[in-house]
């Protein structure tokens, strides 16, 4: 049985298994994996509340499935999504970074290039 220590608490595997780790936090035994049971850990050192370290391998797994990094090339300007949600695209546009939806940063990309050409064709009369 391994152990260790984290912010002041013990923390033992459970059985043979190195994957398992365990504290105890008052009178609960929590368990779960090692980066998950640290959180709980964290959480009830800022918090003095206790959470049940398979609330955290919920959230690191829905972390795991989300899409691969997409990036797309818009008149001349790289889109990028490096998650897969749906508004989580960004780009560096005119020196700044913009973010939001894909449809959303073509629009205003769209809306500068037109007004851009309008302003030079203005300037040639």
Known sequence: MAAATYRGFVLKTAGNSTEVWQVQIKNHVLSGSMAAVKKSIDWFCDTASIIDPKEFSSLAEKKTQT???????????TLKNDTGDANSWYCFFNGRLIKGGKLAIQKHIEAYLLAKQKAEQQQKK
């Open 67 to 77: 899409g691969s990094p997409v990036q797309e090339n818009f008149n001349g300007y």
